[in-house]
């Protein structure tokens, strides 16, 4: 089975700090993605990287950066966390190319920044 | 702009009865779609997906139908037992300009199984 780990299940920060969500899965999948999922909103994307070392910007990149330095391991910075980036933060990955491969979903890291 | 949406917020069904779970989408370029459950706090998980040039899938237990024409696709649960109550969401799996296919999700439905 895929298998996509989150290191960090419930994290509490406080406002400014910097805070790294970590990722990694384990089906050599080219594909990460960094979402965040609020109430009423659903699931939004905030980053994606199909490569080592390349990235691209979801719907909602701002206060946010990642990091990609191994296939495995994707990870989402926040540089100076807010309160209103309190959420849920889900990993997914997933195979690149074809017509449409299946993502999996990490189990979220829940982040409060007080 | 594109959307992947639901008809209802919440379902409740009786346990052992059939459930269906609606899904609208508005992009009809749209070739692959996933259907996901997620527990109260747990992420998504995968249940079925179907590409577009079939208009049924069969799980265990479940069944996803496609209309391309009116742009719908449905979940079906049959026996519906206490272990499904969570949100379904389904989801519309795109090309990016990156080439790195994305999700568009729809806003989820809660199913709730009543004893």
């Known amino acids: 089975d895929v298998k996509v780990t989150q290191s960090s299940r419930y994290l509490v920060k406080r406002t400014g700090e910097k805070v790294f969500l970590e990722c990694v899965q384990d089906?050599?999948?080219?594909?990460m993605f960094w979402y965040r999922q609020d109430p009423g909103l659903g699931l939004r994307l905030i980053y994606f990287?199909?490569?080592?070392?390349?990235?691209e910007k979801g719907d909602i990149p701002e206060g946010y950066s990642v990091s990609r330095e191994k296939k495995e391991r994707f990870s989402l910075i926040l540089e100076s966390a807010s309160t209103n980036q309190t959420s849920m933060y889900l990993c997914?990955?997933?195979?690149?190319?074809?017509?449409?491969?299946?993502?999996?979903f990490g189990e979220g890291s829940w982040l409060t920044v007080v | 702009g594109e959307s992947v949406g639901l008809h209802l917020p919440t379902l409740s069904v009786q346990e052992g009865d059939n459930s269906i779970i609606n899904c609208a989408y508005s992009?009809?370029?749209?070739?692959?779609f996933i259907w996901y459950k997620q527990e109260s706090g747990k992420g998504p998980q995968f249940i079925i997906d179907?590409?577009?040039?079939?208009d049924k899938r069969q799980g265990q237990r479940v069944t996803v139908l496609l209309n391309k024409t009116v742009k719908h696709l449905s979940l079906q649960i049959a026996a519906t037992q206490p272990g499904d109550s969570a949100v379904y969401f389904c989801a519309e799996n795109s090309i990016s300009s990156g080439s790195a296919r994305q999700l568009t999700f729809g806003s989820g439905t809660q199913l709730t199984v009543l004893p």
């Open positions: 179907i590409r577009s040039n079939m």
């Open positions: 990287s199909y490569d080592v070392k390349m990235k």
């Open positions: 992009n009809s370029a749209s070739d692959y």
């Open positions: 089906m050599d999948h080219e594909n």
């Open positions: 997914a990955s997933s195979l690149f190319g074809g017509q449409g491969n299946t993502i999996y």
